[in-house]
């Protein structure tokens, strides 16, 4: 059975620290995507990532694929309020077998 | 391009008593997803259908049930409702074979069971 396991589980940090959350498989996946999920809407991808050792940014967020395609990590730069959310990594195994969520993790950002 | 719709957004129910969520995922996309979300297990599967037919399924007992229209709007049911079925339930739909199968969720139905 395939698990993704997603560190820290919580994460409450003041406006303009850096942070990184690490999503970690013994799987090896073909694609692992990034969701994030603010309180009372469903998930919204973020980004995929497909070659180990691909490195994704958009914006401040920066999203990196291991090299051995079984562990992702998501760095954000100078948090603000408006990261705020659930993060959801999600890995892609056999075609057309479904999507491995992680249990998440939940960024708090204060200012 | 509207995004994926469900309803209805809230539901409460009684233990014993079935329900019925729907799901009208985004124009063209032929993959419908469902998952059940709680804060102890967070995001977990229940099943995928594509062209009507059920494609993978996840470890949830047979009380859970869905179906695809030939419109791929989807349909999922429970029935014999228990208290532990409380939860966020999201629909999501995906290109399926012509991307990562990369996942567009609705907003969810909050399904209480008293």
């Known amino acids: 059975t395939q698990l993704l396991e997603q560190s820290p589980q919580f994460l409450s940090i003041q406006e303009g620290e850096n942070l990184t959350v690490y999503c970690n498989s013994s799987?090896?996946?073909?694609?692992l995507q990034w969701y994030r999920q603010e309180p009372g809407e469903g998930p919204v991808l973020l980004v995929t990532v497909v070659t180990g050792g691909e490195v994704k940014k958009l914006k401040r967020l920066t999203f990196q694929f291991g090299d051995a395609r079984k562990d992702s990590s998501l760095h954000i730069t100078a948090a603000q309020p408006g990261d705020t959310g659930l993060y959801l990594c999600?890995?892609?195994?056999?075609?057309?077998?479904?999507?491995?969520f992680g249990k998440g993790t939940t960024l708090s950002v204060s200012s | 391009k509207a995004g994926v719709t469900q309803t209805p957004r809230y539901l409460i129910k009684t233990r014993g008593q079935q329900v019925t969520l729907s799901c009208s995922p985004i124009s063209g996309h032929r993959s419908v997803s469902w998952y059940q979300q709680t804060p102890g297990q967070g995001l977990q599967f229940l099943f995928e259908y594509f062209s009507e037919t059920q494609r993978n399924k996840g470890n949830f007992p047979g009380r859970f049930s869905g179906r695809q229209f030939s419109n791929s709007r989807s349909e999922m049911n429970v029935s014999t409702l228990e208290l532990g079925d409380s939860a966020l339930y999201l629909c999501?739909?995906?290109?399926?074979?012509?991307?990562?199968?990369?996942?567009?969720f609705g907003p969810g139905t909050r399904l209480t069971v008293l």
């Open positions: 999501a739909s995906s290109w399926r074979d012509r991307t990562f199968n990369e996942q567009f």
């Open positions: 799987s090896v996946f073909s694609s």
């Open positions: 999600a890995g892609a195994g056999q075609a057309g077998t479904a999507l491995i």
